[in-house]
């Protein structure tokens, strides 16, 4: 059995130990006792050293830990040191999260799911289908206060049979190890904690994310929050550049420049749909009849959208007894359009020969669309059009 010293003491950082024994291809050690915390509860694990060599995992496997080394490590004992700056980054995210997960519960009755601490920030899931930022916002707010009053944050061991007030009942038998944030939250927890509430610094929450049937609220605490108010703050200065304002100006003028930017798009479209008709209408003088008097055009282009080719389509196939084929080669596509009056269905036109070749489409009487997996069924579709 591999003795815990991170359960009693977060903040150790060497230590000495035994080896117990080696995995079958040398990678991995089993020490007597050890600081280097396993991936559990979503917090991941501890890197470090075991005589000099690089922990590059670390692995629960109950009664035992795992140590990963990038290479063997020789010797009957060790010693061993944690990286204090990814541990302490841990403790800050993790104790933030309890903290974090008390304001929900407490203010909101928001029930924490699941908890996952990634690398550049941490979230939680809590259970329900919606949230309101305002409710986000309060909770940060009441969760800075609570930093800011620097409760001591404990580690007791309980019986679990005789254990109270616990956040989230435990399920587990026999002595609970129990992490105490003063006079706010009881959490059954094996993780790495803070010794009081300010060591976990400024915590900011970020983006929200429906998951299901929960709502998952990023956040981030400490160092991370510094981290992320810099890079936040460093992007909507260079955008301040750009348009030479303030940062706090950037949001209006940004506003300003995407109605700009609107009306600008609705004048474009507008344009492309008058120049495409009256492009479709010279098309339609420019081609001859046929002897039935249908008059027939297929364009052909390497790449693009059939989008680019609708209007003018549309435009041509707005007189008289008149059939639009378009086709784009990359990737491989047709459309089929066709006057009112040309006696022809394009929806039940051009499904079936899409389906004869492997393809997917369809669309209405006068216009229909789809695609193919190969320019040569591309070909074989506009023979039998």
């Given amino acids: 059995m591999t003795d815990r010293l991170y359960y009693n003491d977060s903040y150790l950082r060497e230590f000495e130990a035994r080896i117990i024994r080696r995995s079958d291809d040398g990678g991995s050690v089993y020490l007597d006792r050890t600081a280097l915390y396993p991936a559990s509860g979503g917090q991941p694990f501890d890197t470090g050293t075991i005589g000099g060599a690089a922990v590059i995992e670390v692995i629960d496997e109950g009664e035992e830990i795992a140590h990963r080394t990038a290479q063997p490590v020789a010797g009957e004992t060790a010693r061993c040191t944690v990286d204090w700056a990814r541990r302490f980054d841990h403790m800050q995210q993790h104790t933030g999260q309890h903290l974090l997960s008390a304001v929900f519960q407490e203010h909101f009755r928001l029930k924490t799911v699941s908890f996952h601490l990634g690398q550049e920030s941490a979230t939680i899931d809590l259970e329900t289908p919606s949230l309101e930022p305002a409710k986000v916002l309060e909770a940060e707010r009441l969760a800075n206060e609570a930093v800011f009053e620097n409760r001591q944050v404990t580690v007791s061991y309980e019986d679990a049979a005789a254990v109270t007030d616990l956040r989230k009942p435990s399920g587990r038998d026999g002595t609970l190890r129990v992490v105490t944030i003063a006079d706010l939250d009881r959490s059954a927890c094996g993780g790495t904690h803070v010794r009081a509430t300010g060591e976990i610094g400024v915590i900011l929450l970020g983006k929200l994310e429906k998951v299901r049937a929960t709502m998952r609220v990023e956040f981030f605490c400490g160092a991370r929050t510094v981290r992320r108010a810099r890079a936040d703050y460093d992007a909507v200065s ?148």
Avoid at 271 to 279: P, R, S
Avoid at 336 to 352: C, N, R, Y
């Fill in 238 to 385: 260079r955008i301040a550049q750009l348009f030479s304002a303030t940062p706090g100006e950037t949001p209006d003028q940004v506003a300003a420049l995407l109605e700009t930017s609107r009306e600008a798009e609705k004048a474009s479209r507008r344009l492309q749909a008058e120049l495409a008709g009256y492009q479709g209408r010279e098309l339609y003088a420019a081609t001859e009849a046929d002897a039935n008097g249908l008059r027939r055009v297929v364009r052909m282009v390497a790449t693009g959208t059939l989008e680019s080719l609708r209007a003018l389509a549309a435009s041509f196939t707005a007189q008289p007894k008149s059939v639009f084929i378009a086709a784009i080669e990359q990737p491989p596509a047709v459309l089929l359009a066709v006057s009112a009056d040309a006696g022809i269905d394009a929806g039940k036109t051009l499904q079936p020969l899409l389906g004869k070749h492997d393809g997917r489409g369809g669309g209405s009487a006068r216009m229909a669309q789809g695609g193919v997996p190969s320019v040569e069924m591309l070909e074989a579709v506009l023979k039998e059009l």
